[in-house]
């Protein structure tokens, strides 16, 4: 049986609140095995560009990102939230290693096409490099991913920390037993948008589709299903959508909604 | 006989100089066997930080440290920067990752105490991982490493590079042969400030102290300079001052200073 590696994708809300972020980071650095983290950016870009009057522009919660915005998230995903978290794991004793998509070359990625809308340096993924990440963490560390990847012409490109996430957990599904799980501010994926207690506790795609159709799982929840049904089509184990503060307890199926593949 | 290493420090100059460093990051790129780069800031630091409406204190030379710059330098330094050199080198086809001294804990530090003078959340360097190192050098990985550090608190602390570059080739010569080469502006350390061509080809440490005590060698160089002999001292097989646009030579010993034990 291949060893088990857990991808924990964590999303900007978490990163926003520090206190938030701190718990989740103090069940990470203990959860045992091999583990990568991958991290949304959070609200501190839009911040920071505000402050460097760098007008931020979105279009369906995607960034549009011309070049002094792709040097804004570069600076906030890759260097000020991605070393933050790489210095505080460190102190919890986790060997974690701060990484881009082009750091080892392990998340190449081609600047979107522009169709109706120019998204900038916005990258869509072409290629993870499961070796160079198996030899990472074979060196006993702990990937802390930003969302940035990289393209053969040597540009940075910003990129959806879910995707990443998921493209990581399927490449790496060749060779370890995966569990994909994404941390945000809810409990799970909810019957009920407005009771953040109405949990589904496992979804299949018959079950998927019906709620799609009746309308209770919504619009922004969709491409992280999306991704989870792809991810185990793909060969992933399994995936979990859980609150940031539940991960002790979604690791074992005991918190969150757990994505089957039936 | 020991396994070749260089670790190579290019200066805040150059990186200022986009078309220079692009020219260093050629030669680097094809400089065979194992190699680290240690950078340095540059101005974008101090102009990011005046856009942020932060204001730059600098004593000597070196930064003064408060949360608001530090936040400014791990993004400057760790993100845009470091990023942006690994994103050139791995278009040159080399496999770079970049690297705080926090990421693998690989450079942790303490925060100076205050005497005269209160630095703020500077680095003065405790400790090396030499194994992490090498075991990053022995996944095929270039390390490009930002001067920024770790405490065992989970801080960041602001480092000098100079002094990150000479740790790193002392702690790494215990396994490897190291050769430490600063890279910067000048073709070497010259015996003449007005004469850039005034190239003092070798220095030892009697004709070190002869040129100090002239006053031929300047302050600013001095510092760099004793960080060469303490290296040498403690090691590190060879020290090179040349320019950046000289490296390919300076590795034969064909250009820059070289700097001996007698």
């Known amino acids: 049986m291949s060893e088990s590696l857990y991808v924990i994708k964590i999303g900007g809300n978490v990163i926003d609140n520090p206190d938030a972020c701190s718990r989740f980071l103090a069940v990470f650095a203990k959860l045992p095995g091999m583990k990568i983290l991958v991290h ?12 460097l009057q760098i007008e931020t522009q979105m279009v369906d919660g995607r960034r549009i990102t ?42 190449r990625s081609a600047k979107r096409p522009v169709k109706t809308i120019d998204y ?15 030899s990472i963490l074979n060196s006993n560390l702990i ?4 969302p940035l990847t990289y393209s053969n012409e040597g540009s940075l490109l910003n990129t959806n920390a879910d995707t990443m996430a ?26 009920d948008p407005d009771n953040d207690e109405a949990v589904i506790s496992s979804l299949i795609p018959a079950t998927y589709a019906e709620y799609k159709a009746s309308g209770v799982i919504n619009k922004g929840m969709i491409p992280k299903l999306d991704n989870a049904f792809l ?19 979604a690791v074992f199926g005991a918190a969150g909604t757990v994505i089957y593949n039936a």
């Open 231 to 249: 991810a185990l089509e793909k060969g992933v184990a399994s995936v979990i959508i859980c609150h940031a503060d539940d991960l002790g307890e």
């Open 66 to 107: 011309d070049k002094p915005m792709l040097d804004v998230v570069t600076m906030v995903y890759g260097g000020l939230v991605n070393k933050n978290l790489v210095a505080a794991l460190q102190s919890l004793g986790c060997n974690a290693i701060g990484l881009t998509g082009a750091d080892g070359g392990i998340i």
């Open 40 to 51: 949304g950016g959070g609200k501190v870009a839009t911040q920071i560009a505000a402050r």
């Open 166 to 191: 998921s493209a990581v957990a399927v490449a790496m599904a060749g060779s370890f037993d995966v569990k994909l799980i994404y941390c945000f501010e809810k409990k799970g994926v909810l019957s």
């Open 143 to 146: 990937p802390v991913i930003a």
């Open 120 to 134: 900038g340096f916005v990258g869509d993924i072409e290629e993870v490099n499961d070796n160079q990440i198996a």
